[in-house]
């Protein structure tokens, strides 16, 4: 079997976007491009945390529905967010990270959303990930890749890296990776590791780079 080369990048990149066009986009990426906004963007990614995008989705627009905005996000209570983002994993603790981060929001930055790295990296629960979402798919600047659980699996199984954690994986897909395919990376391998590149015993016989995948670390495969 071939060993993966980023030499293949560009033809593993045009198999990744045929596949997924039967695949719905990742939350964080939808949101981002129908609303355009960064906050929206910021709080769906927060609340995406260890939930499955198909609870994420429905509590980020009964979220939304009651506030779409930093300012009227400050006036519901705590209990009022738990009720409408429930059932997402860690539902009172996202609670608690989406009060305080609009109250930093509204006090240090007018309501609007930072657009660095390092100010986003601040804000309370918000990890690299989150703000490497909230900058390529809120701010559309693809300034950074981001990495979740399944880019950070996919990478390591095609062999781009060898790594342990996703904020090493972002680090190393950024000094190896075009630029030019960092906006779509996460779109594309999200998706592909929701359907096809699961975590446990991903589905092989059916995926689109197969042939481009060494398979490094699987142990079972369907």
């Not at 539902?91 to 989406?98: F, L, N, Q, R, V």
Request: net charge positive; charged share 25%; with cysteine.
């Amino acid at each position: 079997m071939k060993m993966a080369s980023i030499k293949n990048i560009s033809k593993i990149i045009n198999l990744l976007k045929q596949e997924i066009r039967h695949f719905e986009n990742p939350i964080a990426t939808e949101i981002g491009e129908r609303t355009k906004d960064p906050f929206l963007v910021l709080i769906s990614c927060i609340l995406s945390l260890r939930t499955k995008d198909t609870t994420t989705g429905p509590a980020s627009k009964r979220l939304f529905d009651l506030a779409d905005n930093p300012k009227d996000m400050l006036k519901l209570s705590k209990k009022q967010i738990e009720k409408a983002i429930f059932p997402v994993g860690f539902y009172p603790t996202k609670a608690m990270y989406i009060k305080k981060t609009c109250k930093i929001l509204v006090e240090k930055y007018d309501g609007k959303v930072p657009d660095t790295m390092e100010e986003l990296t601040n804000l309370p629960g918000v990890g690299k990930k989150c703000g490497a979402i909230t900058l390529v798919y809120g701010f559309n600047k693809p300034d950074f890749i981001p990495v979740d659980i399944h880019v950070h699996v996919i990478a390591n199984r095609l062999g781009w890296v060898k790594t342990k954690h996703p904020d090493k994986t972002m680090v190393k897909l950024m000094e190896i990776i075009p630029r030019k395919y960092w906006y779509d990376l996460n779109n594309l391998l999200v998706a592909h590791g929701q359907n096809i590149c699961v975590t446990n015993s991903p589905f092989c016989s059916r995926c689109a780079i197969n042939s481009y995948c060494p398979r490094i670390g699987v142990m079972r495969s369907r």
